[in-house]
């Protein structure tokens, strides 16, 4: 497979599960115009992802949600990571539509509007996945409680939280993965905007 800039040689599937794990002998442009040398690199093919800031512009409140991960088990803090909702796009799905799915199950509430706020390579140097990021405009009215679908081993603990607890979660740390780092960063940035054109 050659590309403008990039030729793959050839590609071969280490591992193939609920992720995959393939093995890339490829070349690409340098700066200086010429080839570099075969390269082999090994690249972990997730899928791509949804991920969704839940914010009620009326009660100035954001849904934020609690579970475990596996992959925080060496991260200094505990493994309980306060995130946002999130989930992957499967075949045939649209990202708005994931964002819709997501969010009624892991946190029992209902996007009124939906804005894109941007789509980021999550890991570039070692996997494919990206997330496609919104802020969904929801009622925070009796939100809360445990949520997830029991058959995908999901615990998820809703809470709402005001902007400002928010705020303070994400400059104390508490906050550590980048889907909802991001996502309140953009919030700091246009929840006044948000305000004025959600609560028209």
């Known amino acids: 497979m ?5 030729e793959i040689i050839e590609k071969t599937t280490c591992y193939k599960g609920f992720f995959s794990i393939a093995r890339l002998r490829l070349r690409h442009r340098k700066y200086d115009g010429e080839w570099s040398d075969i390269l082999t690199r090994e690249i972990f093919e997730r899928g791509h992802a949804v991920a969704v800031l839940p914010y009620d512009p009326v009660r ?19 493994p309980w990571l306060v995130e946002i909702v999130a989930g992957i796009i499967d075949e045939g799905e649209s990202a708005e539509g994931v964002a819709h799915r997501e969010m009624a199950e892991e946190a029992g509430c209902e996007i009124e509007r939906l804005e894109h706020v941007c789509d980021y390579l999550v890991s570039p140097g070692g996997t494919t996945e990206s ?12 939100v809360g409680g445990v949520h997830g679908l029991i058959d995908e081993g ?3 603990k809703v809470s ?5 607890e928010a705020v303070l979660l994400l400059n104390s740390s508490r906050i550590n993965s980048a ?7 953009w919030l700091i940035l246009n929840r006044n905007r948000l305000q004025r054109e959600w609560c028209e």
């Open 160 to 164: 709402v939280v005001s902007y400002d």
């Open 179 to 185: 889907s909802p780092i991001i996502a309140l960063q």
């Open 131 to 142: 997330t496609a990021l919104f802020c969904g405009k929801v009622d925070t009215t009796g």
């Open 2 to 6: 050659l590309l403008d800039n990039v």
């Open 154 to 156: 999901e615990d998820i």
């Open 60 to 78: 100035d409140e954001v849904v934020l949600i609690e579970q475990f991960r596996v992959g925080a088990l060496d991260f200094p803090a505990d």
